[in-house]
Nanobody, 120 residues
Framework: QVQLVESGGGLVQPGGSLRLSCAASGSIVSIGAMGWYRQAPGKERELVAL????????NYADSVKGRFTISRDNAKNTVYLQMNSLKPEDTAVYYC?????????????WGQGTQVTVSS
């Protein structure tokens, strides 16, 4: 059994910052890519940021480049998303994503989601 647990969402004013965290736990042998997606009301889920296991490769949505930074602590099986200069259009439920090997091959896992609201 593998779980991803997110934290750090909340309400912030435009221009503010938030840091999301996601910790993976359970029957983990190794973790490949980890990252974040988001889904705003009435819209499809979209990629925000995704990083490789070694951190050498990262992929960001154009809309967040230069404002958001993904990082991870492999010793803690945790991925972070530092969000700066937040805009109202960043309002969404943010989901953690990970490709995890638990002994039966790699599988995709999702967190339960954390709400980020950017509003004055």
């Amino acid at each position: 059994q593998v779980q991803l647990v997110e934290s750090g969402g909340g309400l912030v004013q435009p221009g503010g910052s938030l840091r999301l965290s996601c910790a993976a736990s359970g029957s983990i042998v190794s973790i490949g890519a980890m990252g974040w997606y988001r889904q705003a009301p009435g819209k499809e889920r979209e990629l925000v940021a995704l990083g490789s296991s070694g951190g050498s490769a990262t992929n960001y949505a154009d809309s967040v480049k230069g404002r958001f930074t993904i990082s991870r602590d492999n010793a803690k099986n945790t991925v972070y998303l530092q969000m700066n200069s937040l805009k109202p259009e960043d309002t969404a439920v943010y989901y953690c994503y990970a490709r995890i090997w638990s002994g039966r091959g790699y599988a995709s896992y999702w967190g339960q989601g954390t709400q980020v609201t950017v509003s004055s």
